[in-house]
């Protein structure tokens, strides 16, 4: 038995004026998907549990199976191990963004201009070289995305996303350990400003410490392996022991090698992989931008260059099943995540469900299920 799960992030939507009332999922040609649905299950999951944030590491952790009411700490520690970091009880991860605040206080540029990982990370270096020291530690990440290490009590704060402060007054953190951070970022204004990129401080956010996740081969009996550009899924890859699969042309972006993955996919299972994630982030940054026309060609991209030649390919080893869902959605409108309940599909290559419609509408009235009990659904089988 292989068992595939699909994750188009972020691809559930609601109805836009610019198409007619429909979705994204509803618009797009995807031959493929709907055989899929009309063979399998559909249905209504809440990836993002009651109290937790609408973000990639909720869902994504949701869908890998494991509750992120139990296991979530922080967005922070899972982008430390996704750079090889583990954090020592008493330790907790910052993420750390190179950001542009105006002199007014305005969060002008969440992402600092998006300097390049070369370049940010010599500024890293340097505010790890001047601030570094008890206990704290400052590690280059990717592009304006790094980590800052601290003694746990510094977590004791109410940190907002820069990204959610963009054109707003750069609101520093509250609570205990408020103090403390808003000085650590203060003294990084004459480092960060002097270097010559566009951004000219850090912002801290998104703390927690190291959670302890279960290895997913032990807990499910299946091995794994994944494929994303996305920092954040790779780090749910490094603490959950799934291997996290390299592939140079997956760039998180319109232009990504879906074949690339599929290809990688179907090679990986071959070779005695039970299971493999294949993760795109393509419609999610079409919703944020606001792009329709982009979000109905990524769904339709994963409809010709994955899922058609995947269930071939899958076909051609045997028994197979089939997850596929997003880890929340990404509203067009709205341009950014919601924590409303995404559909599901699960197909069994064997055994024929209800099937039925993959689309916002169509799960409309089927009850919703927590969507970390998908993947023992998945892999439920005799
Ligand atoms: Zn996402």
């Known amino acids: 038995m292989k068992y595939v799960v699909c994750v188009p992030d972020g691809c559930a939507d609601e109805p836009c004026d610019e198409l007619g ?21 559909v249905g209504r999951a809440a ?5 937790l944030p609408p973000g990639s590491d909720v869902g994504n952790m949701a869908i890998l199976g494991y509750d992120p009411a139990e296991f979530h700490t922080g967005r ?9 970091l583990r954090l020592a009880p008493g330790e907790v991860a910052f993420r750390c963004n190179l950001v542009r605040v105006g002199g007014d206080g305005t969060m002008e540029d969440f992402a600092g201009g998006h300097p390049t990982t070369e370049d940010a990370a010599e500024v890293i270096r340097a505010l790890d070289a001047e601030l570094g020291g008890d206990g704290i530690a400052f590690h280059p990440g990717v592009q304006y995305r790094h980590v800052m ?46 270097s010559g990129l566009d951004a000219n401080q850090v912002w801290l956010w998104g703390q927690g410490h190291q959670p302890s996740m279960p290895d997913f081969t032990t807990r499910h009996g299946v091995t794994a392996g994944l494929v994303t550009a996305v920092d954040l899924v790779r780090g749910l890859g490094v603490l959950t022991g799934i291997e996290v699969h390299d592939l140079a042309t997956a760039t998180g972006w319109y232009d990504t090698d879906y074949a690339g993955k599929r290809n990688l996919a179907l090679s990986t299972l071959a070779d005695g992989a039970d299971l493999f994630v294949i ?51 990404t509203p067009l409108a709205l341009r950014t995540h919601t924590s409303d309940p995404v559909p599901y599909l699960l197909v069994d290559s064997l055994t024929p469900g209800a099937g039925g419609t993959y689309t916002e509408s169509g799960v409309a009235d089927a009850a919703v299920v927590p969507g970390h009990s998908l993947m023992g659904e998945l892999l439920s089988v005799g």
Not at 78 to 83: C, F, G, K, R, V
């Open 149 to 194: 290490v601290a003694p746990a009590d510094l977590a004791d704060a109410d940190c907002v996303p820069p990204h959610d402060l963009t054109g707003k007054p750069a609101v520093g953190p509250s609570g205990a350990a408020a103090a403390r951070l808003a000085e650590i970022m203060e003294a990084s204004r004459p480092i960060v400003s002097g």
């Open 21 to 41: 009332g429909r979705t994204p999922l509803e618009v797009a040609v995807t031959p493929n998907l709907d055989a899929l649905a009309g063979r399998g299950t």
């Open 76 to 84: 922070a520690p899972i982008e430390a191990a996704a750079l090889g």
């Open 47 to 51: 990836v993002i549990p009651d109290g």
């Open 279 to 329: 993760h795109v982030e393509a419609t999610d940054e079409a919703g944020h931008a606001g792009d329709v026309a982009e979000k109905v060609r990524a769904l339709e991209n994963w409809d010709t260059e994955i899922l058609g030649p995947l269930v071939e390919g899958l076909d051609a080893m045997g028994r197979w099943r089939l997850l596929l869902l997003p880890d929340h959605a």
